[in-house]
């Protein structure tokens, strides 16, 4: 007897071990988790440690960090009916596991909903906005990250509702054209680079010919401002040595009148010059006899 007790109290602890570790579980700080009673939740613990349930009650956790969707490639159509094929990525998390796991279940059933209803919602926005909003070369038009960031705000606030699922970031990676329209679209953009560089050409040809006109304007006031200084000094000394001249005529006239027939004959003489002289003439008598004419 005393052998079975022992293997009835042995059995009792083993049961009361296992008992106990079925209502005991761990949540980890990057988990958050739903203690469920045939399927249906009972309570949602946040907490990280060790907690207790009753151990016919079932744990379900799920990981609440951050979560990168990457659905690849899709075509789209913009207003001006062009296609793109956009890819993209998605960051999510879980902000309402109850609904969450009401409504998709698992991971894979998210990403699924959420690719439905974000690239609906990304096709809608996408469908309103013209090719040169997208891709240009004018500075501030482009607004690739303005239309990802309002797919994100439209399409979080119906993931929340329905899913339990907050769409937190929303990037789109990669823009690109169809093969079959690449070299059309590539052409085009060819030809709106030419046309404005044409058009900053000729405006920089109208602004150059500007100022080669009015540089030629400063020229032609500052050679005439020029002119006229000279002019004016070349009368004043005119007038100068007129007045000079006249006071030495006034002094000694026939010495004057005899430097002024020296410097004359400086002017018009050198050594290939020939003159006749007649008897009479004071430049042979100066040249001859070295007198110099009296001064009356």
């Not at 010059?273 to 006899?289: A, F, H, M, P, V």
Request: net charge positive.
């Amino acid at each position: 007897m005393t052998v079975e007790r022992s293997y009835v109290r042995l059995a009792a602890v083993a049961f009361a071990l296992f008992v106990a570790w079925l209502a005991m579980f761990t949540v980890a700080e990057t988990d958050i988790a739903i203690v469920t009673l045939f399927g249906r939740p009972t309570r949602t613990v946040a907490d990280a440690g060790l907690h207790f349930k009753w151990p016919f009650e079932s744990v379900m956790r799920f990981d609440r960090r951050l979560m990168v969707y990457d659905p690849g490639s899709s075509e789209f159509l913009t207003k001006d009916k062009k296609n793109l094929v956009l890819g993209s990525a998605l960051a999510w998390k879980i902000v309402d596991p109850n609904k969450f796991l009401q409504t998709v279940g698992d991971v894979a059933g998210a990403e699924m909903r959420l690719h439905d209803l974000v690239w609906a919602t990304l096709a809608a926005d996408i469908g309103r906005v013209d090719l040169t909003d997208l891709l240009s070369i004018e500075p501030g038009r482009a607004r690739v990250q303005a239309l990802a960031d309002q797919v994100r705000s439209t399409a979080t606030v119906e993931t929340e509702r329905r899913f339990g699922v907050s769409v937190v970031d929303l990037q789109l990676k990669r823009i690109n054209f169809p093969e079959q329209n690449k070299y059309a679209v590539y052409a085009r953009m060819r030809a709106e680079r030419d046309r404005i560089a044409k058009e900053y050409r000729a405006q920089g040809e109208e602004l150059a010919l500007k100022i080669r006109a009015e540089a030629d304007r400063q020229r032609s006031q500052l050679l005439a401002e020029a002119y006229r200084d000279a002019e004016k000094l070349k009368g004043e000394g005119d007038a100068e040595a007129a007045r000079v001249y006249s006071q030495a005529y006034g002094k000694n006239p026939q010495f004057y009148k005899f430097l002024r027939t020296l410097e004359s004959y400086k002017k018009i003489l050198n050594e290939k010059t020939s003159i006749i002289l007649s008897g009479d003439s004071e430049l042979l008598r100066l040249l001859t006899q070295g007198k110099v004419p009296d001064a009356r």
